[in-house]
């Protein structure tokens, strides 16, 4: 009797499809799940400036004098916002931090709407316009700048809508038509 000896010194072309559409399903589902990782970090930056605004506006009625301001800037790769009070009433001397939240990061990509068309929009970033003030007025909490919005966009895009007049504010997540 003889006794054949194999030879077996690779894959066989079944074995290379199935390692193949096991690595092509694992990058597939890394994939998604990156997006929808960052989806939610651009829901989740909208939703803390909407608390933000909204919080700004309840202090401004609460406090005693028009010195409540609500102020976000882009520092270090990330966006902050922050409720400013002096106690004195002046704005323009040394205010202190009632409160502060941290947005989000540098890969979302923040838009401050101009009412006026005239004007441009400002986007926040780093070695350009850093950061922007939005006043508050205590007897009814109305914005007292010209900003009509805040546009927050990363893979997902939402618009926060500010009503001038009341100081209040709408989420809305909005989808491109282009």
């Known amino acids: 009797m003889r006794v054949r000896k194999l030879d077996n010194k690779g894959l066989t072309l079944v074995e290379l499809i ?4 096991i690595l092509a399903i694992l990058v597939g589902t890394s994939v998604i799940s990156v997006s929808i990782i960052h989806d939610a970090n651009v829901k989740s930056a ?4 909407m608390a933000m605004l909204n919080s700004a506006r309840k202090t401004s009625i609460a406090k005693d004098a028009d010195s409540v301001v609500l102020k ?3 520092e270090d790769g990330k966006y902050y916002a922050r409720i400013l009070h002096d106690d004195d009433g002046d704005i323009n001397t040394d ?9 989000g990061s540098d890969a979302i990509t923040v838009t401050i709407v101009n009412e006026d068309p005239i004007q441009p929009d400002v986007v926040l970033s780093e070695g350009g316009i850093e950061s922007v003030e ?8 109305s914005l007292k700048d010209a900003y009509s919005g805040i546009t927050l966009e ?3 895009k939402y618009e926060i809508v500010l009503i001038r007049e009341t100081g209040r504010c709408v989420l809305n997540e909005t989808t491109d038509t282009e």
Request: glycine fraction near 6%; charge should be negative.
């Open 154 to 156: 990363g893979s997902d």
């Open 72 to 74: 976000l800037s882009l």
């Open 134 to 141: 939005f006043h508050y007025n205590k007897s009814n909490g």
């Open 95 to 103: 205010m202190v931090i009632l409160d502060e939240r941290k947005i």
């Open 46 to 49: 909208s939703e803390s400036m």
């Open 18 to 21: 199935v390692v193949i559409m």
